[in-house]
């Protein structure tokens, strides 16, 4: 190694380095779960399956008529969207953890940041195509128009709150005893106010509320969320996979 | 085993003898309210108990941040110490309030932001001790845990915030009141005696019974890694 002071020029290249490499590792990693998922499609059919399967029940359930459709419609979707996404949230950790790839991916010399964004960006890819087709049928079954884009931005927002946490979570999760049924155990209480919000605003554009004073609010709360929970996840992911 | 420190016994005396104090000035000492009568004595120790509970819950996200920095078990055996004792306190502040809430609301239970918020943070402590269960290597255990307690202090109070947004009916008897609260009240002099005293008293039962724990978690660790040294 040599001794001589850097110029700047080569501080500068230092500096930069990591963050292109950042990115590269992330995507290296979203690459790979989407490629996997693309040749299996065990976790997508699953999820899209049980997903409709609970819109039937709510179906049931909740007698949807058309009084009942219009306040009760964002809730079945939001339950729908949790269920769905810890479904998907545990199976992306437990495919990790049982053929070893953890131990591998962990290895590898990257920020482990990035293997965990690389995990948020795959598990939010999953639960948006999830509700792509979700959110088409229950507008079909249902006769109601869910294609606002004031809406499709909750469904954005609340969904990268949810998988921010989750899949903090899960990585948790899949490192204990009880393994799946921990999941759901630990994210609900946790996820709250990220179902909270994203319920009442989605609600909000369903019955046109006034935007400043009814929606506005509970989006402003989904992106503090989201923000926080981003930045809690990015400095605590290290303690969470460390040996 | 060591014994009992001398201090430790003489606090848990002074707590028990606090506690019968409290509970005098709480049901005979304190003026019996106007409105809603003798159920508004169940006050006293329903915010006692919560604010022990919240301290705990404090206690316990502060002692995560500092586990993951320094990595000493001491300060895991802290947050485990005060989870348990906040998770009991909470319960007994959410049954107090129920039944004070059943005669003043006219319901055991409603949805308001501190209800709501107290019952999803006894929600957050089970799944924090399901978690530790589920783990068996000690360092991994308490990592994990020290995160749970991060997310949950995070999360906790931006329940309360959202749930906030919606209406309140919880009187808020120590500042501002608003309009929609049901079941304020002022204090007057004897009732602020018994207040201020209770306040104390769960303080010193807190750390009383913190100290406990701690004694309690360290004796515990010290069987695990002897427990080790054997099977190794």
């Known amino acids: ?243 | 085993m060591e014994p009992k420190p001398i201090a430790l016994k003489v606090l848990d005396i002074i707590s028990v003898i606090l506690l019968g104090t409290a509970t005098y000035l709480a049901l005979v000492f304190a003026p019996t309210e106007a409105v809603m009568g003798q159920v508004q004595r169940v006050f006293y120790f329903h915010v006692g108990t919560a604010w022990v509970g919240l301290l705990g819950f404090l206690l316990a996200a502060a002692a995560g941040i500092i586990y993951l920095v320094k990595k000493d078990v001491k300060w895991d055996i802290i947050e485990v110490a005060s989870v348990e004792i906040s998770l009991v306190f909470f319960l007994i502040t959410i049954m107090l309030g129920s039944i004070w809430a059943r005669p003043v609301w006219n319901t055991w239970w409603t949805w308001d932001p501190r209800l709501t918020t107290a019952a999803i943070t006894e929600l957050i402590y089970i799944a924090y001790f399901m978690l530790r269960e589920g783990i068996e290597d000690p360092d991994r255990r308490a990592r994990f845990g020290a995160v749970y307690t991060i997310l949950g202090g995070v999360s906790a109070p931006i329940t309360f915030m959202s749930i906030r947004l919606f209406r309140t009916i919880h009187p808020v008897v120590i500042g501002s009141q608003s309009a929609a609260a049901q079941g304020g009240f002022s204090m007057t002099g004897g009732m602020k005696v018994a207040f201020f005293f209770a306040l104390f008293t769960f303080t010193v039962i807190f750390i009383d019974l913190f100290w406990h724990r701690i004694r309690l978690g360290t004796l515990a660790a010290k069987v695990e890694q002897l427990k080790l040294n054997i099977m190794n």
């Open chain 1, 1 to 243: 190694m040599n001794d001589r002071p850097l110029t700047i020029n080569q501080t500068l290249s230092i500096v930069r380095r990591p963050s292109p490499n950042f990115l590269k590792a992330t995507f290296a990693v979203v690459w790979k779960d989407l490629a996997a998922e693309f040749r299996s499609r065990e976790l997508f059919s699953a999820m899209l399956v049980f997903s409709l399967l609970v819109i039937l029940i709510f179906n049931f359930a909740l007698e949807l008529d058309i009084k009942t459709r219009q306040s009760v419609t964002s809730g079945v979707l939001w339950v729908t969207f949790a269920f769905a996404g810890t479904l998907g949230l545990n199976r992306s950790m437990s495919v990790e953890k049982d053929r070893g790839c953890l131990d591998g991916l962990l290895l590898a010399p990257v920020d482990r940041a990035a293997i965990y964004f690389g995990k948020v960006i795959s598990n939010l890819v999953f639960m948006l195509i999830v509700e792509a087709i979700v959110l088409p049928v229950y507008s079909f079954l249902y006769n109601i128009n869910l294609f606002q884009p004031g809406l499709l931005l909750v469904v954005l927002l609340g969904s990268i709150g949810y998988v921010t946490v989750g899949t903090l979570l899960a990585s948790m999760a899949v490192q204990t005893r009880t393994r799946d049924v921990l999941l759901p155990i630990l994210l609900f209480p946790v996820a709250v106010p990220v179902l909270i919000a994203s319920v009442k605003a989605s609600g909000g554009f369903l019955t046109s509320a006034d935007f400043a004073s009814e929606i506005m609010p509970w989006i402003n709360l989904l992106i503090v969320y989201d923000v926080i929970f981003t930045a809690i996840a990015f400095m605590v992911f290290d303690y969470v996979v460390e040996e």
